[in-house]
């Protein structure tokens, strides 16, 4: 299928923002896209048209998509009940309460099943699938089992584009890091970088690009502000991501908040790589 996956060195690098943002950008270009996150763990959910409890997230990133919310956006949610345990909602119906070592070995294979029903559910419908992971994609501890990230990427081959937040510190430590931690494989996937939540002049990074383009030869496709105030409704990986005044309508703040991501994005390299049939180059 046609499409883009955007993993992150961590959790709350802004993955969920840039991924409602390319959901209004692709969709501006003519496109039909779907959001897509296998697995999402929150307590803040979106209740779809049809009754059925998805992440917050990719209810809003459907918005952004201009196309109604459903269960295979999200086939997938975990809501935590203690720091053991999580509610598990699957296709928008909560079916038991697990903890994680129960969820590794009893639900694994079940929920790669309905994952992949998901996907070949919105192949069928859609023009581009924009899929979000989760934290990092390299927790060595977790990464035999995981349903969210590289073997997500592998089940739909799409490319990957990681993205890293430079406020927190230490971006190129964590990008190289994270790179010299996938397989071979998995390496070969990610085709882009993205920097995210940089303060201050840009062109004081102009250095840090051309060192992060040498050392790990991938483009960075953009180096995005620290944006304030964006007023989209957040969730636990949502966080406020230079300062804009966004429109009270929701639609028009799908709409700035597009603008202005594109305008720090090596827009045509990027569509290139979305517009590819296969994630592995």
Not at 56 to 69: C, D, M, S, T, V
Not at 161 to 174: E, H, K, N, T
Not at 237 to 255: A, C, G, H, T
Not at 267 to 276: A, D, H, N, P, S
Request: glycine share 8%; charged share 25%.
């Amino acid at each position: 299928m046609k499409g883009v996956m955007i993993q992150g060195t961590s959790s709350d690098v802004g993955k969920s923002l840039i991924v409602t943002a390319l959901c209004r950008m692709l969709v501006n270009e003519g496109y039909k896209v779907a959001p897509f996150k296998s697995q999402n763990m929150s307590n803040f959910s979106y209740v779809t048209a049809e009754g059925n409890e998805i992440s917050r997230a990719q209810g809003l990133q459907a918005e952004a998509a201009k196309i109604e919310a459903s269960v295979w956006m999200n086939p997938i949610l975990l809501k935590p009940r203690t720091n053991m345990s999580s509610e598990v909602v699957l296709l928008g119906k909560a079916i038991e309460i697990l903890s994680g070592r129960e969820y590794r070995d009893n639900f694994y294979e079940k929920g790669l099943e309905t994952i992949e029903t998901a996907l070949n559910h919105l192949q069928a419908y859609f023009d581009v699938i924009v899929i979000e992971g989760a934290g990092s994609p390299v927790e060595i501890n977790l990464k035999d089992r995981e349903l969210v990230n590289m073997k997500i990427a592998e089940m739909a081959d799409v490319p990957v584009i990681l993205v890293a937040d430079i406020d927190r510190g230490g971006v190129f430590a964590s990008i190289v890091g994270t790179l010299e931690l996938l397989s071979p494989s998995e390496r070969k996937r990610v085709q882009g970088l993205i920097i995210n939540k940089f303060r201050g002049d840009i062109n004081l990074f102009t250095d840090g690009v051309a060192w992060l383009e040498e050392r790990t030869g991938l483009p960075v496709l953009g180096v995005l502000p620290y944006i304030e105030n964006h007023q989209i409704e957040a969730e636990d990986s949502l966080s406020p991501f230079k300062e804009i005044v966004y429109p009270v309508d929701p639609d028009e703040r799908f709409e700035k908040l597009a603008e202005e991501m594109k305008k720090h994005l090596n827009w045509e390299l990027l569509m290139k790589i979305v517009e590819q049939e296969s994630g592995k180059g």
